[in-house]
Nanobody, 124 residues
Framework: QVQLVESGGGLVQAGGSLRLSCTAS????????MGWFRQAPGKEREFVAA????????YYADSVKGRFTISRDNAKNTVYLQMNSLKPEDTAVYHC?????????????????WGQGTQVTVSS
């Protein structure tokens, strides 16, 4: 059974940092694009960042560009999201996702497997 499990969320003050991790089990995703999305209460799930299978190409939402960094360690079947200079508007449940293949995407429909999410709360 394929599982994506996120960790690293928590409560942080504005300006602080968090590092999220997402570890996959059940199969390897070394050939798949991986992404991070977030969903705030009452809002739709939105794209945050994505990386191709080697990690050499990355996409970021404009709202996080320059503050967040996505990376991956294929040997550990893990993708990371380093979040710096956090703002209250970054508060959301963060989900990692695996794409169907190597192609990068920024739409939820581009991703096949999803984790349950980890809560990130940024206080002002």
């Amino acid at each position: 059974q394929v599982q994506l499990v996120e960790s690293g969320g928590g409560l942080v003050q504005a300006g602080g940092s968090l590092r999220l991790s997402c570890t996959a089990s059940g199969r390897t995703f070394s050939s798949n694009a991986m992404g991070w999305f977030r969903q705030a209460p009452g809002k739709e799930r939105e794209f945050v960042a994505a990386t191709n299978w080697r990690g050499g190409m990355t996409y970021y939402a404009d709202s996080v560009k320059g503050r967040f960094t996505i990376s991956r360690d294929n040997a550990k079947n893990t993708v990371y999201l380093q979040m710096n200079s956090l703002k209250p508007e970054d508060t959301a449940v963060y989900h990692c996702a695996a794409g169907a293949d190597y192609r990068l995407g920024y739409d939820v429909r581009d991703y096949v497997y999803w984790g349950q999410g980890t809560q990130v709360t940024v206080s002002s």
